[in-house]
């Protein structure tokens, strides 16, 4: 079984993490989902909320599965008896990030690989901040998350 492990905060999932969600559980037997609990940013959906716009914008994928986690990503994947942890990069500025993250995973866990898959070039701009400042002043946010939660991201803000 080989199970490949996505990691984020997702908060919220974009149609760029669905673009990658979509093409990396081709290539896996399992893909998790891994949604970060963490004590330092103050998210804008709590974690119930992302893991089940999550749950609801994959419902088409059978081999993805939604999950949470919280301290090292490298000992989260061995728990998981993953092997692959799998990330999406946009443009240039989010290679230097990515390469000391996945350097530092390296030299934590030497046996666990982190794969690069280049986004769709569609979504190189987009990121869940942009729609978050979107969404926050009324502009438009077709098209850049799932359908199926957009109400739910519009409505965040009406409260
Ligand atoms: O969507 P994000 O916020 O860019 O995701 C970042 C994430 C969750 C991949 C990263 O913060 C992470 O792996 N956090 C877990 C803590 C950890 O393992 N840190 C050491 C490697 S930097």
């Given at each position: 079984m080989n199970t490949f492990i996505y990691p984020g905060s997702?908060?919220?999932?974009t149609n760029g993490h669905m673009d990658i969600i979509e093409r990396a559980s081709k290539i896996c037997d399992k893909l998790i989902v891994a949604v970060l609990i963490s004590h330092n940013k103050q998210p804008l959906f709590t974690m119930d909320e992302r893991v089940d716009l999550l749950k609801r914008a994959v419902?088409?994928?059978?081999?993805v599965e939604i999950d949470c986690f919280s301290g090292l990503l490298v000992d989260y994947v061995a728990e998981k008896e993953a092997s692959v942890i799998i990330k999406g990069l946009r443009?240039?500025?989010?290679?230097e990030y990515e390469l000391q993250m996945a350097l530092l995973n390296q030299k934590m866990a030497p046996d666990i690989e982190t794969l690069f898959m280049m986004s769709n070039i569609n979504y190189s701009f987009l990121s869940s901040s942009m729609v978050k400042e979107l969404a926050r002043y009324g502009g438009n946010i077709k098209g850049l998350i799932p359908e199926c939660i957009e109400e739910d991201v519009i409505n965040k803000f009406k409260k």
């Open positions: 997702f908060d919220p999932v419902g088409h994928c059978k081999n443009a240039v500025s989010d290679f």
